[in-house]
């Protein structure tokens, strides 16, 4: 492993890991406000990938990342508004059924108007291309911004990686909105009678506060993240149907990872999930490397062979998961979490 | 006793025996009855769903734990089930066929008791995401191990390897009866797990947690034994589809899978024990037949869970039991004029936006056909101004007068049950 790799790689591992907090922070927060796990919540970043797309046609890309979270979050906070707040006297197992059916319908109604096929959504001209280029010379190692030097291609032996612009246009994004996220909660009127509400929804009420409004802004709040996080993967990674589904489950992982309602917690396991995983894309080793490092020799013919072949690239998806497990044996409340249960 | 609710004889619960004996009378004679291969196949089917969904309800209604993961227990039961029948016809091992389904339940249990062990650590909703959790990493796993999880292919089977007194499962009647009877034996076994202690405790577990702990019960423990014991059902349902299909992909672990069990567990209905098997009808129906009737079924079926979780959160089973509560009551003729408004101007409503959809599915997905398009006998052109204005004033119509037969509905139903609470007030001042 040589320091470019271990950069890429770590760079990599963090714009992944900033995508997913953008969605697991919104989550947790819904989460901890209204005890509702939010299971469209996966659905609205798509829907926020499709509708960015068909408005970066119309309009071009920065108008859709303007305007699209908000839009998104609209109907988020409409949602909540007609349909959750309809069924939170049945308690909570119905709650996340019909955030689960809007999933469903979500689903449906993004292949109806898209159709089933991936979508090319590109960055704007702006970012496309690296933002910088490590370069790997026999005898040299050097950092060259924009487009690769000349001497990738002359000079014999010379390894590039590069870096995507919209990566870090996107991990600049991330934080940007974490911090105004981080200022509105705590610095805003809203933002305190949002944290009271989510410890004494009473008292607050009793204050003359309108609660159910804080709880509906909230839920807009949260789906406008998602959304905004649509916006950056639906070009970073990949704008298709399936992309609610492979990234909701790795959400929900994070945040119990984290500890649930912590959004400390969640920073850290999204950061944590998104770096190792990133470098477990790019390992081949597996645990017959290992089995042989302390001198055992393993041949297709030895018991398990299938298990202590398998690569580490090739559990990388499964890693969130793993780790999941990991933690409810030994710490079952979660990173940071406070209470068990 | 006053308070019984129901007619009883002692020693024998005559109410009891006349419904599992019409129950055992309707799987006798439904293949007499429906003779087609089709709905050969589609009962076959029910029956493996009934013990699905009765076994995913045990968790969801009896213990309040909503899982996403489940088609974990019966996919694995079906892996497993499928090896042990080629383990069988290649002669390896001395198993009876009819006895293979019992193997996919126990290796449901075994997977139950080891995933359950991590995620009935929790309940609610983070049970919930637990089980989505676990789920996925399943499936992953699925695609990891192609050696025993048959890659993109799936491992087939053949289920014709022996024969005993006549029987061979080679004609698809000889199995329908096998899976009558462990859908029936599996019924039974699961109704009177709800009346054991266990059962009741589990109730207990759903309802009020923290008083179930002060009595010194451990509430995750007795998840646990209902996990387990949910997984086992699973499992032998995951056995008798391995044996049913002879082939087993690795799609039946899927979360698609685990949403169908949830989704149609809770359209049946999850308060009350029947309630799962109108699901599994329902979902072989919509699975099979509806499936083949129209592209846009799962945007349908999203829309009806939809409105069932906001209006009617106790599923149909609720809803049958309601009208049989106001029919008892000798109150039910009133309504059945509300509810023909109902139905006629819900099927307004119905017919209108069923033309949009099927229009737009059409342009999305059947372009090369052209725009012209059947709905329901006539010809639509999903291209043409008149079929979509007709179709958007179907629909206002029926929206406009479904809200005014709602209306009436709703008045007369609240009034009706004011009246049988009076009812009941009165008769229990009798007695």
Known sequence: MDASYFLISLLNGLSIGLLLFMLASGLTLIFSMMGVLNFAHASFYMVGAYVAYTMTQALGFWWALLLAPPLVGLMGAAFERFALRRVHKFGHVPELLITFGLSYLLLEIVQLVWGRQALNFSPPALLQGPLFTIVNLPDALSLAWGMPPEACSTVEGAQCTQFPAFRAFGMGLAVLMLVAVWLVLTRTRIGLVIQAALTHPDAVEALGHNVPRVLMLVFGGGTALAAMAGVIGGVMRVTEPSMALAVGAVVFAVIVIGGMGSLAGAFVASVGLGVIESFAVGSDRSLQDLFTFIGMTITPASFGYALWSVKISQVAAILPFLLLVLILIFRPKGLFGTREG | ?431
């Open chain 2, 1 to 431: 006793m006053a308070s019984r609710t129901y007619y009883e004889f002692k020693p024998y619960n005559v109410g009891r025996w006349v419904v599992w004996g019409f129950y055992a009378l309707v799987m006798l004679v439904a293949p007499l009855m429906f003779t087609s291969s089709l709905s050969m196949t589609m009962l076959t089917q029910m029956g493996i769903g009934i013990i699905a969904c009765l076994a995913f309800n045990m968790l969801l209604g009896q213990g309040g734990m909503l899982s996403f993961g489940h088609a974990v227990y019966s996919g694995l039961g079906s892996f497993f089930a499928i090896h042990t029948l080629n383990m069988v016809s290649a002669g390896n091992l001395p198993l009876p066929v009819s006895l293979v389904p019992l193997v996919g339940g126990v290796f449901g249990l075994l997977f139950a008791a080891l995933l359950g062990f991590v995620t009935t650590k929790k309940a609610g909703t983070p049970f919930a995401m637990i089980t989505l959790g676990v789920g996925e990493l399943v499936w992953a796993m699925s695609l990891m191990f192609p050696g025993f999880f048959g890659g993109e292919g799936g491992i087939s089977g053949n289920r014709v390897t022996g024969n005993f007194a006549g029987i061979t499962y080679g004609p698809q009647v000889q199995l329908y009866y096998l899976i009558a009877i462990y859908t029936f034996v599996c019924t039974v076994a699961m109704f009177a797990f709800t009346r054991t202690p266990l059962g009741r405790m589990l109730n207990a577990v759903r309802d009020n947690p923290e008083r179930v702990e002060f009595i010194g019960y451990n509430t995750r423990y007795v998840r646990y034994i209902a996990f387990m014991a949910s997984g086992f059902f699973m499992g032998i349902s995951g056995g008798l589809s391995a044996l049913n299909f002879e082939i087993v992909t690795a799609e039946v672990v899927s979360a698609v899978r685990s949403g169908a069990y949830l989704l149609f567990t809770f359209l049946g209905g999850a308060v009350f024990f029947f309630g799962p098997i109108i699901g599994a009808v329902l979902m072989v129906l919509a699975l099979v037949l509806l499936s083949e009737l129209t592209l846009a079924w799962l945007l349908y079926l999203g829309v009806v869970f939809t409105f069932m979780v906001m209006f009617a959160p106790g599923g149909i089973s609720s809803l049958i039991m309601m009208n049989l509560r106001v029919a008892s009551f000798g109150k039910l003729g009133p309504l059945l004029s509300s509810y023909l408004a109902l139905g006629g101007t819900g099927a307004t409503v119905l017919v209108g936006a069923a033309a949009m959809v099927e229009m737009t599915y059409h342009l999305q997905l059947n372009q090369a056909l052209g725009p012209e398009m059947k709905f329901m006998g006539a010809t639509l052109n999903a291209h043409s101004l008149d079929s979509w204005f007709g179709a958007v004033f179907v629909l206002t119509v029926g929206v406009a007068l479904f809200e005014v037969s709602r209306r009436n509905f709703v008045a007369q139903w609240g009034q009706t049950q004011e009246e049988i609470e009076r009812e009941i007030k009165r008769r229990e001042a009798l007695a």
